[in-house]
Nanobody
Framework: VQLQACGGGLVQAGASLRLSCAAS????????MGWFRQAPGKEREFVAA????????YYADSAKGRFTISRDNAKNTLYLQMNSLKPEDTAVYYC??????????????????WGQGTLVTVSS
């Protein structure tokens, strides 16, 4: 499975961005996908996740109420709609996919495939 993320950019605080992550290859093996982010000097952290079948969604506290994760199964594409962006949202955002039923969704060790990351910069 290959993942290609895009949609990052430089925006002002309060703006919105939508990230996309296109999956290709053996996408039938994907149970779920997620978004993580890593700010300079910090560890990678969970942002949101969604199960491919059923659509259960999970969010980090920092994302609840502002971010929405969604997917288009027909297009094998994952999205992250980010509203009311804050400077502390500045990070490289990574999409990830897991192929294991029951894998933990909020930790990076639960994922088998990773995209290359897309940079989101929010200015104050």
């Amino acid at each position: 499975v290959q993942l290609q993320a895009c949609g990052g950019g430089l925006v002002q605080a309060g703006a919105s961005l939508r990230l996309s992550c296109a999956a290709s290859g053996h996408t039938f093996s994907i149970y779920g996908m997620g978004w993580f982010r890593q700010a300079p000097g910090k560890e990678r952290e969970f942002v949101a996740a969604i199960r491919w079948s059923g659509g259960s969604r999970y969010y980090a506290d920092s994302a609840k109420g502002r971010f929405t994760i969604s997917r288009d199964n027909a297009k094998n594409t994952l999205y992250l709609q980010m509203n009311s962006l804050k400077p502390e949202d500045t990070a490289v955002y990574y999409c990830a996919a897991d192929r294991t039923f029951g894998a933990p969704v909020t930790t990076s060790r639960g994922y088998d495939y990773w995209g290359q990351g897309t940079l989101v910069t929010v200015s104050s």
